[in-house]
């Protein structure tokens, strides 16, 4: 499974940093090719020269040292590994990934790679439970970052508790988990809408919605983490970019129809999540509008359907619509799914806690024109993006049958 894949380890002080030499050792004996790059504080725990004997190649400390090969290092370095492992992954890594600090050589290849990054934590357990600590995680974990451990048990401190590097083998277990996993869309190409579309009113003001991009961003997520080349058309939200996905910013309706349709005749799969405006100001102000104390019209035109435009189009894709209702959800989403030509659709009520605008986690049913739906419950966003992606692969097998 790992034969010949390129495999960085970050090691960084801890007292577990010993224990990377055995991670490193047994990659090498699985095939892999493997970089190591250690922090300051790593190297007073074990010495360079023995990862380098081990791993067969140099090692990378320091950030403006004489280069090994004549390159951008840690540039080159970020784009040529399949993977990146911290082990031991210390408090102070975490929190310079989560907050983008690139201050050594280390971090900075971490911030600058695309591959999957794993991180084995390790630390005294007060430090690990600390909330600092623990956002620190979750925000790497929002990140797509895999978290592997840590275990429980004696610590070098002389006190029990979690915070333990997992075990090199565990480490290569889940390494090799995520070379084995399936990627059933591999070869596939989807797009996916995201987003609250925004309709300029003057150049202060704007008619807008409650979509975060939360959902569609965690369809993209899914979508890649099955194989699929995905782009990601997204109106605008804060969020970062999940790993691997193209972006392309629109704000309004309009923008995001051109973008939609430039792509759609290469996709083989597209998901519109955005909450689209179906009208904007027929007239932009060029100027910000003053109030008289009067009363105020605006005046609106449709904006295209982009979701309906494509399901009159359609040939082979699949199409998957979302439809965010207040009452009457099925009803209303049935009616959708038949008039956007959809090949499925995910509806949602926005009205419930934990689904909809915003929220982390939602509620949805998936119908289909066969008739058939599934309810599912609550979950986190990308989860249901995953449940998504499952019933997509479903509809291709069928398709080729
Ligand atoms: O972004 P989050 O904060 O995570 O919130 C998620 C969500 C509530 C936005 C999402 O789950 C959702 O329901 N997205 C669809 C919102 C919506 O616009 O629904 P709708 O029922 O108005 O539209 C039905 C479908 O037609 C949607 O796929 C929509 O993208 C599409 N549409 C609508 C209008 C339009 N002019 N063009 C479209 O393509």
């Given at each position: 499974m790992l034969k010949d894949k390129k495999i960085l380890v970050g090691i960084t002080g801890?007292?577990?940093?010993?224990?990377a030499a055995d991670l490193v050792s047994r990659l090498c004996k699985q095939g892999a090719i493997v970089y190591v790059a250690m922090t300051k504080g790593a190297t007073e725990f074990i010495a360079p020269l023995t990862l380098r004997t081990l791993s067969g190649n140099p090692v990378y400390i320091?950030?403006?040292?004489?280069?090994?090969?004549?390159?951008v290092e840690h540039i080159s370095l970020a784009e040529n590994v399949d993977l990146a492992v911290v082990a031991p992954a210390t408090a102070n890594i975490l929190a310079k990934m989560a907050a983008g600090i690139a201050d050594d050589f280390l971090s900075t290849v971490l911030l600058a790679t695309k591959a999957p990054i794993f991180v084995a934590p390790a630390m005294n357990h007060n430090m690990y439970h600390n909330p600092a600590t623990q956002e620190n995680l979750q925000v790497l974990k929002e990140r797509s970052v895999e978290i592997i451990g840590p275990g429980t048990g004696f610590q070098a401190c002389g006190t029990p508790g979690d915070g333990r590097m997992s075990e090199p083998q565990e480490i290569i277990e889940a390494l090799e988990r995520y070379f084995a996993q399936?990627?059933?869309?591999?070869?596939k190409r989807a797009l996916v809408t995201a987003g609250g579309t925004q309709e300029p009113l003057d150049p202060v003001r704007y008619l807008g919605n409650r979509s975060s991009g939360k959902m569609g961003f965690a369809v993209a997520q899914a979508l890649v983490e099955a194989g699929a080349e995905t782009i990601l058309v997204t109106a605008p939200t804060t969020l970062p970019t999940p790993k691997g996905v193209k972006r392309i910013d629109v704000t309004t309706a309009m923008e995001m129809y051109e973008e939609v349709m430039a792509h759609q005749?290469?996709?083989d799969v597209i998901v519109k999540a955005a909450a689209v405006a179906d009208y904007r100001p027929k007239v932009f102000a060029e100027q910000k509008m003053k109030k008289d104390g009067s009363e105020l019209q605006i005046q609106l035109v449709p904006n295209p359907d982009i979701l309906a435009e494509l399901g009159k189009i359609k040939k082979k894709q699949i199409l998957v619509g979302f439809a965010a209702e207040t009452e009457n959800l099925i009803k209303h989403a049935e009616g959708k799914m038949q008039r956007k030509n959809v090949d499925m659709l995910v509806a949602n009520?926005?009205?419930?806690?934990?689904?909809?605008?915003?929220?982390?986690t939602n509620i949805v049913t998936f119908l289909f024109p066969d008739g058939h739906k599934i309810d599912l419950p609550q979950m986190s966003k990308l989860d249901v993006g995953r449940k998504l992606v499952e019933k997509i692969v479903e509809i291709l097998e069928k398709r080729s049958e």
């Open positions: 801890g007292i577990a940093a010993y224990k320091e950030m403006f040292e004489e280069p090994k090969v004549w390159n399936e990627k059933p869309l591999q070869g005749s290469n996709m009520d926005v009205t419930k806690p934990g689904a909809g605008f915003g929220s982390p």
